[in-house]
């Protein structure tokens, strides 16, 4: 097997170049590209000129393959790495990254012919292809032809191709009777032995009125199977209050940041790739980089607006529906929602998270809670400046007296610690908890299938953790501590 060699990014672009796209392609070529890898772009009219355009530009080059970004793709920084450094993928001799159809419905660009063409009229239209579904999200397929939007393509098959007369008189890319450039450029490749294929470890957002991907297409294809089942026809109901969660919780940050409602809206609604795409451009390694990446990258702050309106969130969020008259620890507290939750149900919270971005906007947010407490908050022992909240940069440690915390609550944060102070960090959470007291803590641990760059794996010293303090594990979130153990 052959990898990929230096590798010509081509793109082809229009008047009306989206803005996610703009940043996905100026990051790839700031921290995406190797040493002798080139890049070029060519605006036209007709996406086909264009293609034909940059296949030449590139043999010109020394470069060993040509990819093709078009201009409203949606990709992280390290896409064409991951694109070109799969060893399976070395296998093909055309390889695209997993893409919908742009528009609607989001079907995917995964094509082959079908076994039998038209026996009418309509086989006179050129080629007739299917999309295949279910789709493996860790997989290879050969296909019969492939999308042009991410897609690497070696140098010998635009050689194989080349026309007696030269690369200036060689088409690759033309339309064909009702068949595209990218259909009819595969046709033309299949009949030089080129092998295609599609994987979708690499998933390509597509920006039309939405952006499409992969969950796009899931989600779509749920509905309609759903629904043919039987399942009630859909309703804004049920969606609908995790929208006006999500613009309930921008407003708020608006008003800390000073910008308006729909721009921090909109940033939210990016989630965290910007945060995955910071990690990559930054690329902390000890502890205290990591800490600093926490405490200083302002992405953070709108990607958990989008993350505390979730049905996900709110769902763990439920969980601790109930718990009154505790004395509990917040540990990566994020933007407070979880403190001011559990504050209003009768508890007393200590806030923990690194200083920065999000404990900045917490304490911030708390102040404006203090007329609410002055109202419904009863006063400790005559003390009207009581507050059930309090930001702490140490947590207290279990002890005979009474010291300690009821419970410590830790939602997808433990995740995010560098392996050299995890124990320690998860052994203090320990100590700071009572004997009977609880630890509740989900944990979003790296998944093959869906990777989080910023995320490490300490599932198996999670579980050696747990079995070593005693842990009583109740529930998949929930681990109480022995009773009489400090």
């Known amino acids: 097997m052959q990898d990929w060699g230096k590798v010509f990014i081509g793109t082809r672009y229009q008047p009306y170049l989206p803005a996610l796209s703009c940043e996905a392609l100026i990051g790839l070529v700031q921290f995406g590209m190797r040493a002798g890898d080139r890049r070029d772009a060519v605006y036209s009219k007709t996406m086909h000129k264009a293609a034909n355009t940059l296949a030449r530009k590139f043999l010109e080059s020394d470069c060993d393959a040509l990819c093709f970004i078009d201009s409203d793709a949606v990709f992280g920084t390290n896409a064409l790495e991951e694109l070109r450094a799969d060893p399976e993928g070395?296998?093909?001799d055309v390889l695209q990254a997993f893409t919908v159809k742009r528009g609607w419905p989001p079907e995917p660009m995964f094509l082959t012919l079908q076994p039998e063409q038209p026996h009418s009229d309509e086989r006179l239209r050129g080629l007739h292809l299917e999309?295949?579904?279910?789709?493996?999200?860790?997989?290879?397929?050969?296909?019969?032809s492939v999308s042009l939007h991410f897609t690497l393509i070696r140098r010998r098959v635009f050689e194989r191709l080349l026309e007696p007369e030269g690369p200036r008189f060689t088409f690759?890319?033309?339309?064909s009777r009702d068949n595209g450039e990218d259909v009819t450029f595969s046709a033309h490749a299949r009949t030089v032995g080129a092998r295609m294929g599609m994987t979708t470890r690499l998933k390509v957002g597509h920006v039309s009125d939405v952006v499409t991907g992969w969950d796009t297409m899931v989600d779509y294809y749920d509905r309609q199977f759903a629904y043919a089942e039987g399942a009630p026809p859909a309703s804004m109901e049920r969606i609908a209050k995790y929208f006006e969660a999500q613009h309930k919780l921008s407003a708020l940050v608006a008003e800390y940041t000073g910008e308006d409602v729909e721009t921090v809206y909109a940033k939210a609604s990016s989630g965290i790739a910007?945060?995955?795409d910071q990690w990559r451009i930054q690329q902390p390694t000890t502890p205290d980089e990591v800490r600093a990446f926490y405490g200083r990258t302002p992405q953070y702050l709108y990607g958990l607006v989008k993350w505390n309106a979730t049905p996900a969130y709110q769902a763990i969020l439920g969980r601790l529906r109930g718990v009154r008259g505790e004395k509990i620890l917040e540990f990566?507290?994020?933007?407070?929602t979880t403190a001011e939750f559990l504050a209003t149900q009768g508890n007393r919270i200590h806030y923990y998270d690194v200083p920065g971005v999000l404990r900045d906007f917490a304490a911030w947010r708390f102040e404006r809670l203090h007329p609410y407490w002055d109202s419904h908050s009863p006063s400790k022992n005559g003390d009207l400046s009581y507050r059930p909240i309090e930001l702490i940069e140490r947590w207290e440690i279990a002890d005979g007296n009474g010291a300690g915390y009821d419970r410590v609550v830790a939602i997808d944060v433990l995740e995010h610690l560098h392996p050299d102070e995890f124990e320690s960090v998860v052994d203090g959470l320990v100590s700071a908890i009572k004997p009977g007291g609880i630890l509740f803590a989900h944990n979003n641990w790296e998944k093959?299938?869906?990777?989080?760059?910023?995320?490490?794996d300490h599932a198996a010293l999670w579980e050696k953790l747990v079995a070593r303090h005693g842990l009583i594990q109740m529930d998949d979130l929930t681990f109480k501590k022995p009773e009489g153990e400090q």
């Open 172 to 175: 690759w890319f033309e339309y």
């Open 131 to 144: 999309t295949n579904l279910p789709l493996d999200p860790d997989h290879i397929y050969p296909v019969d």
């Open 448 to 456: 093959k299938d869906n990777p989080y760059p910023s995320h490490f």
């Open 332 to 336: 990566g507290g994020g933007l407070g």
């Open 90 to 92: 070395w296998e093909y």
């Open 274 to 276: 910007p945060i995955h």
